[in-house]
């Protein structure tokens, strides 16, 4: 059994995922990630790093089975930052196939379902003190409709996980396990779209991991102030 609590990181990109992989492990969690870039084995920086495409929903369990081989430990906190769209033919909405679209919906939310799943079945068998939560990357498009039509399977999919993960902390806060769909927004309250920080995410999810604010599932931040209601 690891005596360090554990982040698994499922979508390590080079910008959120990187800076939120790195604050985790910074402060006494082991961290694992996994991407479809990853590299298998041990990272420079010692996270444990698996291979994974999260268009296919089932290679969630590998990852969660991969994790607890390693550490004899379910992780404790687990953020799901993996992403995907596919945009239209110009202006044309109903160009994109429904074959992409459902690839894009495993990855933006069947995953992740799969992952919050398996997340719960985890932490029914930890004794550990350590916060319980698990932290989807959203952004506006669950209160926005976007006019930008290349993002839309991406908002189809963010705008479906906001309600799992809503529906998740109603139904799980009681048992001590949080879930948040956390989103980033100017300083306005505006949606960062590809001006996301990375390092502020990291901060945010610290600070939820740590449990020193209430804040709800719907966890709106911004850069700097933390948890701000918009």
Do not use: C
């Amino acid at each position: 059994m690891s005596l360090k609590p554990v982040a698994l990181i499922l979508g390590s990109g080079p910008r959120v995922g990187a800076a939120v992989a790195k604050q985790f492990g910074s402060t006494g969690y082991s961290v694992a990630i996994a991407s479809r870039k990853a590299a298998e084995g041990k990272t420079a920086e010692g996270y444990l790093s698996i291979k994974a495409d999260f268009s296919d929903p089932s290679s969630v369990l590998t990852v969660f089975d991969t994790v607890k081989a390693e550490f004899q430990s379910s992780p404790t906190v687990v953020v799901y930052n993996a992403a995907a769209l596919t945009p239209p033919n110009n202006d044309d909405l109903f160009s994109i196939p429904a074959k992409s679209l459902a690839a894009d919906l495993n990855t933006n939310t069947i995953s992740a379902y799969v992952a919050a799943q398996e997340a719960v079945k985890g932490w029914e068998t930890l004794t550990q003190d350590a916060r319980k939560l698990f932290i989807y990357t959203g952004n506006k498009a669950n209160a926005e409709i976007s006019p930008r039509l290349p993002t839309v399977t991406l908002g189809i999919g963010k705008s479906a996980s906001s309600y799992l993960i809503g529906a998740a902390d109603n139904r799980y806060s009681k048992d001590g396990y949080r879930f948040f769909y956390a989103d980033e927004r100017t300083a306005e309250g505006g949606i960062k779209g590809m001006e996301l920080d990375g390092e502020a995410h990291a901060e945010f999810y610290a600070q939820l991991a740590s449990g020193t604010a209430e804040v709800p599932w719907h966890a709106t931040f911004v850069k700097g102030k933390g948890y701000v209601k918009f």
